[in-house]
């Protein structure tokens, strides 16, 4: 039910101070024309009818005279009462003037106090957003309807009698105005002028890359990966698909081994061989070309790679065994430490451990600082040795033997193979379904192979990632390594002939020798670019006489890096990864170096001599051995 109808009526009132003023002119002029008609008929002349007629002159002048006073005194009572007419008028206007003005706020009063009577009560707003069902509330409207000034818009408001919505509180309650046409028009317009200065910019930029050829829009290296192993990447991603790429195109500097596969907008470059550290390398890819042609361009882009850091072992008779994270400069910190660390071995995130203790070999596998240990499973109660790792494969292999060993029972140098992860179990080498004792053997760089040779002297691979069997490679002394990127093993036959083993076709060719030729060498460590060779000088009677560590470069030029006297001994020469720098280590005085009474023997007292091979300059000199850099363990 409404309320609109005991609303008590309200005259018109006005305003403001202009209606003000004309009702109060128009109230004077009225007045005064109602005192006019007054006075007109008060000074109409009567007959006197009970005086006597008077003498017509005297009777004439005398009423002249008194016609004359009778005017002025009547026109100065009819200007005061005109003045106080109109004084009266205004006051009266002004009084009900002010009368109405306080009856208007009255009645305003009044009918807040009935909308506020009425209305619902407000909401408070949660802190989420709320749904509440409602219903309408019949009888109550949800605000008083306002007094408009225009009676069309105040009669609709009366009449609006329309149930509570709650979707429709705010819009009731604050009732937005119209939109301008002329404020849309401008919003439109300024849209369409926004929208078409965006296509102008791409356009721009289309027709500025078809102008400017392709372009580098990313670049992917693992520069820290590069330096550790062989086969990492950069990768070229253009900001358009390129026409064909062909390797000759690709250049590199400083030079390294690569090979090219460029396909849609990318360009990808292999490093065959791992990069040098601390050295900024620069790729450039030049006359590449769109898809679509237009001009040609140079893509080109440098990285720098990080300073290297290796692992060394550091034995203690009188203490703790210690494997040490090392840079060139020979700061290390310790990240694994054990009473009897009989070898280890290192990947580009992990370490393996092999750890002596009473009942027989542990093998770890941990992070490279030392956490997350985790042991692997072994073939049985035994001794671990000769360990070794292949990354690309995600393998650890090892030589086995029973610790419960005898002339008929017990497996004894046994090569096993088993996943880094440790979910598998351990896989033990066959040839011809026998299990086969191994005397020296290697994984083959960047791949999941194992080339042996056994008891019996037979050169054998096999590759633990296929099922394609073993494959003989003949008989064979020894194997002195592996080439990264190439394949190529560098072995001894029988006869003592070195050859360089291709291990893909099995075709063989001989070492070349040095220049100048420095004899044969007990040792050879093949490094990208050249190799490593351990020779040892003899007197005529036989007797070694001193030993060295020569460089021999692809073309056959040597250069010593190392060499000791007969008193001191050469265990072992690697290269790092690259062939940067040279591993040598020695055993000093070896007359009063005693041995320790580990599974692999080595003298208490050892040296790790870091060298750079371009210069010949030794760098630093380290207390320990096994290098990470080093494939195998030193065999003296």
């Given at each position: 039910?409404?309320?609109?109808?005991?609303r008590?009526?309200?005259?018109?009132?006005?305003?403001?101070?202009?209606?003000?003023?004309?009702?109060?002119?128009?109230?004077?002029?009225?007045?005064?024309?109602?005192?006019?008609?007054?006075?007109?008929?008060h000074?109409?002349?009567e007959?006197?009818g009970?005086?006597?007629?008077a003498?017509?002159?005297?009777?004439?002048?005398?009423?002249?005279?008194?016609?004359?006073?009778?005017?002025?005194?009547?026109a100065?009572?009819?200007?005061?009462a005109?003045?106080?007419?109109?004084?009266?008028?205004?006051?009266?206007?002004?009084?009900?003037?002010e009368?109405?003005a306080?009856?208007?706020?009255?009645?305003?009063?009044?009918a807040?106090?009935?909308?506020?009577?009425?209305?619902l009560?407000?909401?408070p707003?949660?802190v989420?957003p709320?749904?509440?069902?409602?219903?309408?509330?019949?009888?109550?409207?949800?605000?008083?309807?306002?007094?408009?000034?225009?009676?069309?818009a105040?009669?609709?408001s009366?009449?609006?009698?329309?149930?509570?919505d709650p979707?429709?509180?705010?819009?009731?309650s604050?009732?937005?105005?119209?939109?301008?046409?002329?404020?849309?028009?401008?919003?439109?317009?300024?849209l369409?002028?926004?929208?078409?200065?965006?296509?102008?910019?791409?356009?721009?930029?289309?027709?500025?890359s078809?102008?400017?050829?392709?372009?580098?829009?990313?670049?992917?290296?693992?520069a820290?990966?590069a330096?550790?192993?062989?086969?990492?990447?950069v990768?070229?991603?253009?900001?358009?698909?390129?026409?064909?790429?062909?390797?000759?195109?690709?250049?590199v500097?400083?030079?390294?081994?690569?090979?090219?596969?460029?396909?849609?907008?990318?360009?990808?470059?292999?490093?065959?061989?791992?990069l040098?550290?601390?050295?900024k390398?620069?790729?450039?890819?030049?006359?590449?070309?769109?898809?679509?042609?237009?001009?040609?361009?140079?893509?080109?882009?440098?990285?720098?790679?990080?300073a290297?850091?290796?692992?060394?072992l550091?034995?203690?008779?009188?203490?703790?065994?210690?494997?040490f994270?090392?840079?060139?400069?020979g700061?290390?910190?310790?990240?694994?430490?054990?009473?009897?660390i009989?070898?280890?071995?290192?990947?580009?995130?992990?370490?393996?451990?092999?750890?002596?203790?009473?009942?027989?070999?542990?093998?770890?596998?941990?992070?490279?600082?030392?956490?997350?240990?985790?042991?692997?499973k072994?073939p049985?109660?035994?001794?671990?040795?000769?360990?070794?790792?292949?990354?690309?494969?995600?393998?650890?292999?090892?030589?086995?033997?029973?610790?419960?060993?005898?002339?008929?029972?017990g497996?004894a140098?046994?090569?096993?193979?088993?996943?880094?992860?440790?979910?598998?179990?351990?896989?033990?080498?066959?040839v011809?379904?026998?299990?086969?004792s191994?005397?020296?053997?290697?994984?083959?760089?960047d791949?999941?192979?194992?080339?042996?040779?056994?008891?019996?002297?037979?050169?054998?691979?096999?590759?633990?990632?296929?099922?394609?069997?073993?494959?003989?490679?003949?008989?064979?002394?020894t194997?002195?390594?592996?080439?990264?990127?190439?394949y190529?093993?560098?072995?001894?036959?029988?006869?003592?002939?070195?050859?360089?083993?291709n291990?893909?076709?099995?075709?063989?060719?001989?070492?070349?020798?040095?220049?100048?030729?420095?004899?044969?060498?007990?040792?050879?460590?093949?490094?990208?670019?050249g190799?490593?060779?351990?020779?040892?000088?003899?007197?005529?009677?036989?007797?070694?006489?001193?030993?060295?560590?020569?460089?021999?470069?692809?073309?056959?030029?040597a250069?010593?890096?190392?060499?000791?006297s007969s008193a001191?001994?050469?265990l072992q020469a690697?290269?790092?990864?690259?062939?940067?720098?040279?591993?040598?280590?020695?055993?000093?005085?070896?007359?009063?170096?005693?041995?320790?009474?580990?599974?692999?023997?080595?003298?208490?007292?050892?040296?790790?001599?870091?060298?750079?091979?371009e210069s010949?300059?030794?760098?630093?000199?380290?207390?320990?051995?096994?290098?990470?850099?080093?494939?195998?363990?030193?065999?003296?």
């Amino acid at each position: 039910m409404s309320t609109d109808d005991e609303r008590p009526e309200v005259p018109a009132v006005p305003q403001t101070r202009a209606e003000m003023r004309a009702a109060r002119e128009a109230a004077e002029a009225a007045e005064a024309e109602r005192i006019d008609r007054a006075l007109a008929t008060h000074h109409e002349p009567e007959p006197a009818g009970d005086q006597p007629p008077a003498d017509a002159g005297e009777t004439s002048a005398r009423d002249a005279a008194a016609h004359e006073a009778a005017e002025r005194e009547a026109a100065a009572r009819e200007a005061a009462a005109r003045e106080a007419a109109v004084r009266e008028a205004g006051d009266r206007e002004i009084a009900e003037q002010e009368a109405a003005a306080r009856k208007m706020a009255a009645f305003e009063a009044a009918a807040r106090e009935d909308a506020e009577a009425t209305a619902l009560p407000s909401v408070p707003v949660a802190v989420e957003p709320v749904v509440v069902g409602a219903v309408p509330v019949a009888g109550a409207p949800l605000s008083a309807a306002p007094i408009a000034e225009d009676p069309e818009a105040a009669a609709a408001s009366e009449t609006r009698d329309e149930p509570f919505d709650p979707a429709d509180t705010d819009a009731r309650s604050a009732p937005e105005p119209a939109p301008d046409p002329a404020t849309s028009r401008r919003f439109l317009v300024t849209l369409v002028a926004v929208l078409g200065i965006l296509v102008l910019v791409g356009a721009g930029f289309g027709i500025v890359s078809l102008l400017q050829g392709p372009r580098i829009s990313e670049v992917q290296v693992d520069a820290a990966q590069a330096i550790e192993t062989s086969g990492s990447r950069v990768i070229l991603t253009a900001n358009q698909a390129l026409a064909d790429i062909d390797p000759e195109q690709v250049t590199v500097e400083p030079a390294v081994p690569f090979t090219v596969d460029a396909s849609g907008r990318g360009v990808g470059v292999r490093f065959t061989v791992p990069l040098d550290d601390s050295t900024k390398y620069t790729v450039r890819v030049a006359d590449v070309t769109g898809v679509g042609g237009g001009p040609s361009t140079t893509l080109t882009t440098s990285f720098e790679t990080p300073a290297s850091h290796t692992f060394i072992l550091r034995r203690d008779v009188e203490g703790k065994d210690k494997i040490f994270l090392t840079d060139l400069k020979g700061d290390g910190v310790a990240v694994y430490e054990h009473d009897k660390i009989n070898d280890f071995r290192a990947t580009s995130n992990q370490l393996v451990v092999a750890v002596e203790e009473d009942e027989g070999s542990r093998l770890l596998v941990m992070d490279r600082d030392g956490g997350n240990q985790r042991e692997l499973k072994l073939p049985g109660d035994g001794y671990v040795g000769a360990i070794q790792v292949s990354e690309r494969g995600g393998l650890v292999g090892y030589s086995y033997s029973d610790k419960e060993l005898s002339d008929t029972a017990g497996r004894a140098s046994v090569l096993v193979t088993q996943s880094l992860n440790g979910k598998d179990d351990p896989q033990i080498i066959e040839v011809a379904d026998k299990e086969a004792s191994v005397f020296v053997w290697q994984f083959v760089p960047d791949s999941a192979a194992v080339l042996f040779i056994d008891f019996d002297g037979a050169l054998s691979l096999v590759d633990r990632s296929t099922d394609a069997g073993v494959q003989s490679l003949g008989l064979a002394a020894t194997i002195q390594g592996i080439s990264r990127g190439t394949y190529t093993a560098i072995v001894e036959r029988l006869d003592g002939a070195v050859v360089e083993l291709n291990l893909a076709d099995g075709t063989e060719e001989p070492l070349a020798a040095s220049d100048p030729d420095y004899g044969t060498a007990s040792s050879i460590t093949p490094f990208p670019g050249g190799t490593l060779r351990h020779v040892v000088s003899r007197d005529d009677a036989g007797l070694p006489i001193g030993q060295a560590v020569i460089r021999v470069d692809d073309d056959g030029k040597a250069t010593p890096l190392v060499e000791v006297s007969s008193a001191d001994s050469i265990l072992q020469a690697c290269a790092s990864p690259s062939g940067q720098y040279a591993a040598v280590a020695i055993a000093p005085d070896l007359a009063s170096n005693p041995y320790d009474g580990m599974l692999l023997p080595l003298p208490e007292n050892v040296e790790t001599h870091l060298i750079d091979m371009e210069s010949g300059k030794e760098m630093v000199a380290l207390t320990g051995f096994d290098v990470s850099w080093c494939q195998t363990a030193p065999r003296f």
